[in-house]
């Protein structure tokens, strides 16, 4: 349980409010809820100025409201001796930062103490018009609207850089524009310490240490060159929840940190009170020379992490490339193996066609022989016997294109289809059509005058007719 004490000296560092039975009161009115009573004197008092003495520079551990048993355990913070901070040990102090801690405070944007800290440190309606619930003006008076939407984070960054630029110049730290996680993993990328500045505009020292102390130009360019640096308003969501993360119990409030393993940070130093120039270069010097090897260390071993995914992947895709020339071969071997068997069966197959037409060339020409030979033995029958000589008995003679002579006496009455059939039934011709022509004078004697007998032909006597193939 949070100590009673401890939540009202924290209302009165916060608030500057002297009299502790009025905040006492205040607390009382809002359940002893320490966040929503700041968040509604804020809102309350927006309008009118605030007192110089807001944060005493002798309140003690003024985050511990805000901290878990285990939060106080880890979170260490080095003592102060006459007003300077000693400087960290070889052993840097880890603190648990749970990012459900910190990045808690980005969804208190749409409750009453994110609203009521916009509201006191005049960002509200620039947040709105990032986020695009409302419209917004630049410092020139013009409207705008974002091409993205910023996270409350963000817009509370951005807007506490632009007003630190506008009330001290632009020789300061880059502060980056990003929530303080970002900020965290920006520094971890870059293997550098995150430098954390926590701002109160209305405690008295705050001026002074801006313009002559941060705003300093060797200062600014040592942070710069050697750190990331993320500030925030200590009236914002997010600077407010870094100061009790921090335990913030004097301004101006100065940090390093760095990223460390299982989601946690260490606190390397923090600057509490007002410091000179060569105070704040000492400090940090020191903190980045005995952080420099593990900071070395860091960067190495993320080299070689690379080189080893580097290594891998070219290993991989080694291996990748090896495996489709290896499948490439095979699909090649594939291919020609098919394409030799299509061969193959490709002219299995022209021979089995072949043979089968050769056997059926072979079947045909011996039945149409067969045919051929039962006509002619059939076209004999038809002619009878030769008969003897006589008045009635003509003796024709047949000359075929080879030279050959074949000569056969008939009845006169027989007809000229009787002289086709006899030089059929001879298979002295392979022509299948042909005619029987006389030659002087040249009569062809074709399939109109078949009926004709030999004698009505003009063929008796005796004729001598020529086979002429058509």
Known sequence: MVDV?????YFQAITGLEDPDLCSEILAAHGWDLELAISSFTVTNSDRPESSATVAADVAEVGRSEQSSEELRLLQISETMGGVVAPPGLAWKLITLPISVISGSLGLISGAIGLGMWAAGGVLSYSLSMIGLGSGSGRNGDSSSPLVSVSAAGAEAMDFVASFEKDYGATRPNFVTEGFMDGLQ?????????FVY???????????FCERTLCSEPLAAFINENFVSWGGNIRASEGF??????????????????AATNQRIALLQQVEGPKSPEEMLTILQ?????????????RLDAEERRNSTRLREEQDAAYREALEADQARER?????????????AEAERKRKEEE?????????????????????????????SEPEKGPNVTQVLVRFPTGERKDRRFHSTATIQSLYDYVDSLGCLDAESYSLVSNFPRVVYGPEKLSLSLKEAGLHPQASLFVEPN
Do not use: I, W, Y
């Open 198 to 208: 926590l701002h109160s505009p209305d405690h008295p020292d705050t001026p002074l």
């Open 356 to 384: 089968e037409a050769r056997e059926r060339a072979a079947r045909e020409a011996a039945e149409k022989e067969a045919a051929l030979a039962r006509m002619r033995q059939e076209k004999a029958l038809s002619l009878g």
């Open 241 to 258: 929840k870094m100061s009790n993360s921090l335990k913030a119990s004097r301004f101006p409030f100065c940090a390093v940190v760095m």
């Open 286 to 298: 020191k903190v980045l020379e005995e952080s420099a090897p593990v900071l070395v260390a860091a």
């Open 332 to 344: 090649q071997r594939k291919e020609e193996q098919e394409r030799l068997e299509r061969e193959a």
């Open 186 to 194: 920006l520094s971890r990328n870059a293997f550098k310490l995150l």
């Open 5 to 9: 004490a401890d939540k009202l000296a």
